[in-house]
């Protein structure tokens, strides 16, 4: 089972919409809505952000949410501020390993 | 509120076994919401999911690692362990553990991680 595929990057301006993507297969993502999204700012744990594709955890902000359309998830941060400067993972559940995260992006907010 | 704390040797000399025990606090691991999990992040990469195990045992294991892992619970300890066996440079990693909701896959809740260096 290989990692899901991410963008390395993804930039914007304050105030702006940045949209990440997380590409995965029939066996993952396109076949179940067990897909989560994590922030890992430099130096810290993950922290969970957007579970089973769209739900927000209680604390985090509405700004921040997910997608998805066939095999492919979507974390969409509106209103970028600068505290959202960090790097996102996705992960989900596969029939066969059965569990594993994206390549990772970097959210650099300009 | 449900915490984890990583613990075990920082340093570990390759072909030998590194072994780190993951303390639960706050909730009890004899838990139907969690399986329990360890996840790696070598320096300046991605996250891996190491494995993850039921409070009744039945882990599951990344098959890259399949053949070098071991994750086992023990709950009069309230603790998880992780056994990796004949390690190289390759395995230098940060260390998390963390919860593996049971029925929609997911990590709520993280330890701090714990870095893990092999070297002679």
């Known amino acids: 089972q290989s990692a899901l595929t991410q963008p390395p990057s993804v930039s914007g301006s304050p105030g702006q919409s940045v949209t990440i993507s997380c590409t995965g297969t029939?066996?993952?993502?396109?076949?179940?809505?067990?897909v989560s999204w994590y922030q890992q700012p430099p130096g810290t744990a993950p922290k969970l952000m957007i579970y089973?594709?769209?739900n927000r955890p209680s604390g985090v902000p509405d700004r921040f949410s997910g997608s998805k359309s066939g095999n492919t998830a979507s974390l969409t941060i509106s209103g970028l501020q600068a505290e959202d400067e960090a790097d996102y993972y996705c992960s989900s559940y596969t029939i066969s390993t059965p569990y594993v995260f994206g390549t990772g992006t970097k959210v650099t907010v300009l | 509120q449900l915490q984890l704390q990583e613990s075990g040797p920082g340093l570990v000399k390759p072909s030998e076994t590194l072994s780190l025990t993951c303390t639960v606090s706050g909730d009890s691991i004899i838990s139907r919401t969690y399986y329990w999990a360890w996840i790696r992040q070598p320096p300046g990469k991605g996250l891996e999911w190491i494995g993850s195990v039921y409070y009744s045992g039945s882990p599951y294991y990344n098959p890259s690692l399949k053949s070098r892992v071991t994750i086992s619970v023990d709950t009069s300890k309230n603790q998880f362990a992780l056994k990796l066996i004949s390690v190289t440079a390759a395995d230098t990693a940060v260390y998390y553990c963390a919860t593996l909701h049971s029925r929609s896959w997911y990590n709520d809740y993280w330890g701090q991680g714990t870095l893990v260096t092999v070297s002679s």
């Open positions: 029939s066996s993952d993502v396109g076949s179940y809505n067990r």
């Open positions: 089973e594709v769209s």
